[in-house]
């Protein structure tokens, strides 16, 4: 309904493993967001993507990467999963000349075990 | 960088009742904020929003005002239905930026 997918919906992990998750934007939307949203908490930048290069990155660590593409898809990558990383990710999309709402994915859900 | 404080953090309302939800920020370029509201599982749905050159503004049964000098923004319910029963976050954002969301409000309507 939004126009931005993510993939997988859901992802179980063990501790130490690495994730790749999955976001594609609406056309025209050149910036996008990466969101980390813990049980009960609003959601904490990871990061945003502005023309395929990173500009501007929250308080995670470098295992925290992330990618964006010319089709408006972008990923983020997890490298040595920590039980604390579980978490829903939310990317977000918007057009980065207008102030404007951002769109929503509807989240991957993933669980380190 | 910018942070967003929210208050409060639970809200129990008869239904018909308002709501209001208050929201600070320290980064006076801020200038764009929005609301989300975000069902159990779902993704976060803007309900309103608002841009530093507006004091307030109104969608049926939600109003949004704005106070620049003091950098606080509120969310305003009426008539609150059970259906508004969900968690809100307040964010800012400026200029293209990413946004900085608050910690979130449970409300609660009870019929």
């Known amino acids: 309904e939004t126009g931005v997918t993510q993939s997988p919906t859901h992802l179980i992990k063990t501790r130490g493993q690495q994730v790749t998750l999955r976001c594609s934007s609406q056309?025209?939307?050149?910036?996008v967001s990466w969101y980390q949203q813990a049980l009960g908490q609003g959601p904490q930048f990871i990061f945003q993507?502005?023309?395929?290069?990173?500009?501007g990155r929250g308080n995670f660590p470098p295992r925290f990467s992330g990618l964006q593409f010319p089709n408006y898809s972008s990923e983020l990558n997890v490298n040595a999963l920590e039980l604390d990383d579980s978490a829903l990710y939310l990317c977000?999309?918007?057009?980065?000349?207008?102030?404007?709402?951002?769109?929503f994915g509807q989240g991957t859900r993933l669980t380190v075990v | 960088g910018e942070n967003v404080e929210q208050h409060p953090s639970t809200l129990s309302v008869q239904e018909g009742d308002s709501a209001v939800i208050k929201c600070t920020y320290s980064?006076?370029?801020?200038?764009?904020f929005p609301w989300y509201k975000q069902e159990l599982g779902k993704r976060p749905q803007l309900i309103i929003d608002?841009?530093?050159?507006?004091g307030e503004k109104k969608d049926q049964r939600i109003a949004v005002t704005l106070n620049k000098t003091a950098k606080h923004f509120s969310l305003h319910i009426t008539e609150t239905q059970p259906e508004d029963s969900a968690v809100y976050f307040c964010?800012?954002?400026?200029?293209?930026?990413?946004?900085?969301f608050g910690t979130g409000t449970s409300l609660t309507v009870i019929p």
């Open positions: 993507y502005y023309r395929e290069e990173e500009n």
């Open positions: 964010a800012a954002s400026s200029s293209g930026n990413q946004f900085y």
């Open positions: 056309s025209g939307h050149n910036t």
């Open positions: 980064d006076s370029a801020s200038n764009y």
């Open positions: 977000a999309s918007r057009p980065r000349e207008v102030d404007t709402e951002a769109f």
């Open positions: 608002i841009r530093s050159n507006v």
